[in-house]
């Protein structure tokens, strides 16, 4: 099976600044927005992402996030067309995944290259509020100054989501909680050197387990820092690369409902369900299941 970290890395290779601070957020007063982050049916949407759509619309779900940006296009659809597929099944995309790499940016010119400018062009049009960096390759940055250049550019992307009435955002994985430099993890450097008002953090409740943390004491550490969350419970491996592998919500270890209950009291606004182990499951039927435990908590 396709881990989502060998996934990301791939694709490298080819709230004092609460939601109320940008108003274009269609969903800023409301208390909580539900999602599924569709790299959790994978497959699926490789072989027939509208039927899969179909699916997940019949669900209930009223929002996605993407994890397929190429060539300028969404599961193989323009911006404008996938919004309208969307639409047509009465969901929208707040969020998507698309990292921000080294060819994004022009250190010559001191600005971004089209790709990433066309990035958040179309992440604009499709309807998106985040457009979210979901890792990057900690080996492309082996030193703590690298790790500063790549975090002003974070900066300066949120500068960039900014002008579209959006915002710019990372999403954890385990190594931020395995790397330190100078006694600090790297997922507290991000925290503390991006700007809060520029860069949303996308708390990943079940990737971190792999790097020796629990999220439950992410959450209490930093309340109010997280805009967002992937919603995953975890287990333990049952023979994939890594220690822990995510399950059905609330079948795990994660106190997934405390984690984002409390999440939820602090400000996180958009939870996006995310599973990428199944146990023997179709994915699709997973993802129901997980629906309606989030709908059980209140969410």
Not at 21 to 29: N, R
Not at 174 to 195: P, Q, S, V, Y
């Amino acid at each position: 099976m396709e881990s989502r970290r060998t996934f990301i890395k791939s694709g490298l290779t080819a709230l004092s600044a609460s939601l109320a601070s940008y108003p274009l957020f269609s969903f800023a007063k409301a208390d909580t927005v539900l999602g599924i982050q569709l790299y959790t049916m994978r497959e699926a949407m490789k072989k027939d992402p509208l039927a899969t759509l179909k699916q997940v619309a019949d669900i209930g779900y009223k929002n996605v996030e993407h994890a397929n940006y190429v060539d300028r296009r969404f599961y193989g659809h323009t911006a404008s067309e996938f919004k309208k597929v969307l639409a047509d099944l009465g969901m929208k995309m707040p969020s998507g995944h698309t990292v921000l790499g080294k060819q994004h940016w022009d250190d010559a010119k001191k600005d971004f290259t089209d790709a990433w400018k066309y990035t958040v062009e179309d992440a604009a049009t499709a309807g998106q509020n985040y457009v979210i960096s979901p890792s990057f390759d900690p080996n492309q940055y082996p030193t703590e100054d690298s790790l500063m250049h790549l975090l002003e550019i974070f900066n300066k992307s949120g500068e960039l989501c900014k002008k579209s009435g959006m915002k710019f955002g990372y999403h954890n994985h385990a190594f931020e909680f395995e790397r330190k430099f100078n006694g600090k993890t790297i997922h507290e450097i991000i925290l503390e050197k991006t700007d809060k008002n520029l860069v949303a953090h996308q708390l990943d409740t079940g990737n971190l387990f792999n790097g020796g943390v629990k999220a439950i004491d992410i959450i209490k550490k930093y309340p109010g820092r997280f805009e967002l969350m992937h919603v995953k419970d975890e287990i333990e491996s049952q023979g994939g690369t890594e220690k822990y592998d995510s399950t059905i919500l609330g079948k795990g270890i994660a106190q997934v409902k405390e984690v984002i209950d409390i999440g939820k009291a602090s400000g996180t606004k958009l939870f996006i369900i995310e599973q990428e182990a199944y146990q023997g499951k179709d994915p699709v039927a997973c993802s129901k299941e997980d629906f309606e435990a989030m709908k059980k908590w209140g969410y």
